[in-house]
């Protein structure tokens, strides 16, 4: 009897399946498949692209408030960004490219459907862009 088991335990796995789609055979209401080319784009929330443009904004702030609080003799605390304070190109150059790797990353998130984390990240971004740029407004009202 055990010898039996496996080989009927096999033909069952094999007959079941045909069974069942000879079955689906004869049901004459089967749609047709449809070739789908393309797929419908996701809608982001109405809350991402505001979020990607006071980002902007915020980092323009900050480069203009950096870039003339150091001008007017005041040091720039960062000292990842010291450097690039009196290299206005390049400086400009850091601030576009970190506003495009938070946009880039909240869009990875969406596109991977980690929705809330893509806008937790932008949130963030601008929460800390927007603390940055009020240190910046008292320490250029301070240097007048």
């Known amino acids: 009897m055990n010898r039996l088991l496996p080989g009927l335990l096999m033909v069952t796995v094999l007959l079941v399946p045909a069974t069942v789609r000879a079955a689906a055979d004869d049901d ?51 000292v990842l960004v010291s450097g690039l304070a009196g290299k206005p190109a390049l400086f400009w150059a850091l601030k576009g490219g970190s506003t495009a790797v938070s946009i880039v990353m909240a869009e990875q998130l969406w596109r991977h459907h980690r929705r809330v984390e893509a806008i937790a990240t932008m949130v963030v971004a601008n929460g800390v862009m927007a603390a940055i740029a009020a240190r910046n407004a008292s320490v250029l009202r301070s240097s007048r």
């Open 28 to 78: 004459k209401t089967r749609e047709t498949p449809k070739i789908q080319l393309w797929t419908e784009p996701v809608t982001r929330p109405s809350m991402l692209p505001p979020l990607y443009v006071s980002l902007a904004a915020l980092q323009a702030y900050d480069g203009y408030a950096t870039l003339r609080g150091v001008t007017n003799g005041a040091r720039e605390g960062n």
